[in-house]
């Protein structure tokens, strides 16, 4: 069974930084691309970054471009989303999602997902 | 970066009923198109996978079309479970971007 746990997330002042950790398990995580995706309070889903099967390529989202930074470990078969600089439009529930496919991605599995809350 | 526009962003309607939901995209993109259904403090299903393919384990009431621009989601006899966000997302090209949603209630 896939299953993917978030980790990291918390209150956090404006300009802070957190790293939010994903713990995949029940599939070959080395095989497959992964992602993160937010969603704010009551608000829809935002892509936010994502990451090729051994980080060779990234992508971002223009909204955190230059200041979060996606990158995974396949031998603990964790990904990773360095977030820097936060800022109060940040505040998100933050989703660590896995690719099937790299070029045209769809998401076939999610994990529950970390709140992040940034404000003084 | 391209947009993605869903229509209604709500509607209402019965147990039994059919139900359409419209996407479109700000510009061509084949028929790379899926579609996601979220229940509220819950994270997102995957349903509809290149506009028309059904996710495994998905009932087949659920149903998509449409290419180049447009597309729709039916749901062709809405269930009690069926009531939730749906979101439509574009992989034809990085960033990948999500609808604004579609609340399906009950009337």
């Known amino acids: 069974e896939v299953q993917l746990v978030e980790s990291g997330g918390g209150l956090v002042q404006p300009g802070g930084s957190l790293r939010l950790s994903c713990a995949a398990s029940?599939?070959?995580?080395?095989?497959?691309?992964m992602s993160w995706v937010r969603q704010a309070p009551g608000k829809g889903l935002e892509w936010v970054s994502g990451?090729?099967?051994?980080?060779?390529?990234?992508y971002y989202a223009d909204s955190v471009k230059g200041r979060f930074t996606i990158s995974r470990d396949n031998s603990k078969n964790t990904l990773y989303l360095q977030m820097n600089n936060l800022r109060a439009e940040d505040t998100a529930v933050y989703y660590c999602?896995?690719?099937?496919?790299?070029?045209?991605?769809?998401?076939?599995?999610w994990g529950l997902g970390t709140l992040v809350t940034v404000s003084s | 970066d391209i947009q993605m526009t869903q229509s209604p962003s709500s509607l209402s309607a019965s147990v039994g009923d059919s139900v359409t939901i419209a996407c479109r995209a700000s510009?061509?993109?084949?028929?790379?198109l899926n579609w996601y259904q979220q229940k509220p403090g819950k994270a997102p299903k995957l349903l509809i996978y290149?506009?028309?393919s059904l996710q495994s384990g998905v009932p087949s009431r659920f149903s998509g079309s449409g290419s180049g621009t447009d597309f729709t989601l039916t749901i062709s006899s809405l269930q009690p479970e069926d009531f939730a966000t749906y979101y439509c997302?574009?992989?034809?090209?990085?960033?990948?971007?999500f609808g604004g949603g579609t609340k399906v209630e009950i009337k």
């Open positions: 990451i090729s099967t051994s980080d060779e390529s990234t």
């Open positions: 997302q574009q992989s034809y090209s990085y960033p990948l971007t």
């Open positions: 290149v506009a028309s």
């Open positions: 999602a896995k690719y099937r496919g790299w070029s045209n991605p769809r998401i076939d599995y």
């Open positions: 510009q061509s993109i084949g028929t790379i």
């Open positions: 029940g599939f070959i995580f080395s095989s497959f691309a």
